[in-house]
């Protein structure tokens, strides 16, 4: 008798909610870098869902100036999150009615709690990484976002970001996700370190492991994901049902499509050095749009060093981009033809 074993492809669609998502290659939320021209990119280059920078829930609800560019939807983003941050049970449930209100341009498909950021301006809030101290709150936010936006026509899936917990003493990330799920979240991602770790030493990819089999909705994992290799390895590895590059996809929008190659195909093509050269001027321009010349060339500095990782003589030019502050400057830095 012959014995046929069919391999799956890690490759798969992730239903979240009522919310039917393609496939499981994401953008994470990163502060000062995933804006919509740069969400576009990554869209283009296969992420099958993305998420807007972290957003202040009051300062929404205040209508503040400087928000609401940070949530436009991109062209090509047929389906995008938003990540709010906050402590505050009712602003976090009038900043998610103002998001799906009929009169709104932004219209998300999904909402997403962060209760990871480690920084000291968002924890002493009580927001970010602070909300692993009281799993409960974070259910009460979670409620109460779900409350405001039971009048929908539709189901809308409310989802949350955690952290492993506060610090080595606290690490609680299974009853945090217990609690948000117990209280209507769709979907739980995890970056399996803690608050005290911030970025530095090693996630612990263990922790992904045991919530993707303890919960019965999709758990993303993060952390340490610079490869597509990695993305292939998390999800061997851990059983989640989605991967989400934060960092490794910073400067490089092809790992979205190399991951995705990598993990249909079983192998990938490297980007061509040339291709970042001018995806970073593209990017640039696309910003340029949005913003204007100048504060888009300067938020675009730090942004065109990260596509310069690895680039041949990348030390010498960021020490030119640095001071570039015209589309013009950084043309003839990178000695580049068009700066139409």
């Not at 049970?89 to 999904?110: C, G, N, V, Y």
């Not at 492991?209 to 597509?228: H, I, M, N």
Request: net charge positive; hydrophobic share 45%; with cysteine.
């Amino acid at each position: 008798m012959i014995v046929y074993h069919v391999m799956m492809s890690l490759y798969q669609p992730v239903q979240v909610g009522s919310l039917a998502l393609s496939g499981n290659i994401f953008l994470a939320p990163v502060a000062g870098y995933t804006e919509r021209v740069f969400r576009s990119l990554c869209v283009e280059q296969g992420a099958d869902f993305t998420f807007t920078e972290l957003i202040s829930a009051e300062a929404l609800v205040r209508n503040a100036a400087l928000t609401m560019p940070l949530l436009r939807r991109a062209d090509n983003e047929l389906n995008y999150a938003v990540q709010l941050f906050g402590s505050n049970e009712e602003t976090m449930a009038q900043a998610a009615a103002i998001l799906l209100d009929e009169k709104s341009p932004f219209k998300p498909a999904l909402i997403d709690i962060n209760a990871g950021c480690p920084v000291p301006k968002v924890t002493k809030t009580g927001a970010g990484s602070a909300l692993m101290k009281d799993p409960r709150k974070l259910a009460r936010l979670v409620s109460a976002c779900l409350r405001r936006l039971q009048p929908c026509e539709i189901a809308f899936p409310v989802s949350v970001k955690i952290r492993s917990g506060w610090d080595a003493d606290s690490i609680n990330y299974l009853e945090c996700a217990q609690a948000a799920v117990e209280a209507g979240a769709a979907m739980v991602s995890l970056h399996p370190r803690t608050r005290a770790q911030g970025y530095g030493g090693k996630s612990d990819w263990r922790h992904i492991k045991e919530l993707a089999a303890r919960l019965p909705v999709p758990v993303v994992g993060s952390g340490d994901l610079f490869t597509p290799e990695d993305a292939k390895r998390m999800l061997e590895e851990t059983g989640c049902a989605a991967v989400m590059f934060a960092r490794g996809a910073l400067g490089n929008p092809f790992i979205f499509s190399q991951t995705r190659a990598l993990l249909l195909n079983g192998t990938y093509a490297p980007a061509p050095q040339d291709a970042l050269l001018e995806t970073a001027f593209r990017h640039l321009k696309l910003l340029v749009c949005d913003f204007g010349e100048k504060k888009a060339c300067l938020e675009m500095r730090k942004i065109f060093c990260a596509y310069l990782k690895g680039y041949p003589g990348a030390a010498t030019l960021r020490n030119r981009i640095v001071h570039a502050s015209t589309i013009a400057e950084y043309a003839a830095i990178c000695s580049l033809d068009c700066v139409s």
